[in-house]
Each structure stands twice: as structure tokens, then as C-alpha cells.
């Protein structure tokens, strides 16, 4: 029997109070590209094919209707965490950034095989992650 499984995750979203204060936080922080702002979100171009969805709290409580479908309603409150994939040589460049753009490093955790993450939050206290490659199959393999 064949599986069918997707190719990666095209995108995520984390629900914040003020989306122009959460995208110039990722904007200055990664570089990102601005897809698409409006008065409920902000997608961020993260890498190629992969997109940060910044929805203000409760703007997505309702169905939107567009012209091919509809969105069904979600939301997010509490501290949510999401993880970006770095370079495992660049982990020293992005605790130097992280200091120069004054974000406190909240952790550095070594993993079982070697991967690192550094853990800090964004402006509405979400639990970020950036680590370096491995972090799963290190910890898929640990009992």
C-alpha cells in the first residue's frame, strides 16, 4: 500500500495581540519577507516554501469566506512554541544576534547526538526555538 505524505510544512501561525509589533519582530529577526498584512494577519516568508502566519487573536474566530472557499475559524491564546532549523555552525552567530537585537536567550539545551537549541521568546511571549539539524532523529533514537 502506498502512503501518501507530505513534502514539509508550509506554514505555521502563532496568534499575537499586535501584528505589526510581531512581524517587525520577525522581519528584524530573520529577514523575512512580507507576503501579505491586512487587518487580521501577517504572512512572512520564511524560507521558500515555508510561511509564519501571524493572526491577531480572535480576527479568525468566524469562517472567512473567499471567492474559492472557505477558511474554517481557529484561534490560539497561552504561550505557543514553534521551531526554525538553523545551521549547526551558525549556533554562535545566533546567540551574537539575538544579543545585538536584545533578545534575551532564555536557554541553550545540548541534545542527545549533538544538536543545539536556543530557546527565547517573542514579543508575546511564544516559546521560539532555533536548532540546529538532527534535533528529532537524535531524539526519536534516545529511550
Do not use: Y
Given at each position: ?11 505555521t501561525?502563532?496568534y499575537?495581540?499586535?501584528?505589526d ?12 519577507e512580507?507576503?501579505r ?59 551574537t ?5 536584545g ?15 536556543l530557546y ?24
Open positions: 500500500m502506498n502512503t501518501l505524505r507530505p513534502t514539509h510544512i508550509a506554514e501561525a502563532l499575537v495581540e499586535d501584528t509589533r510581531a512581524s517587525a519582530f520577525f522581519v528584524r529577526l530573520f529577514g523575512a512580507v507576503l498584512r491586512d487587518e487580521r494577519l501577517c504572512a512572512l516568508r520564511i524560507a521558500e516554501e515555508e510561511v509564519l502566519l501571524l493572526f491577531r487573536r480572535g480576527a479568525s474566530v468566524q469562517p472567512t469566506v473567499l471567492s474559492g472557499g472557505t477558511i474554517p475559524p481557529h484561534d490560539g491564546a497561552g504561550q505557543l512554541h514553534v521551531c526554525f532549523g538553523i545551521q549547526s555552525g551558525d549556533v554562535d552567530l545566533w546567540e544576534r539575538l544579543k545585538e537585537l533578545i534575551d536567550l532564555e536557554s541553550r539545551v545540548q541534545w542527545p547526538g549533538g544538536t543545539v537549541s527565547f521568546r517573542d514579543p508575546d511571549h511564544h516559546a521560539i526555538e532555533l536548532a540546529t539539524p538532527g534535533l528529532w532523529r537524535s531524539l526519536a533514537a534516545t529511550p
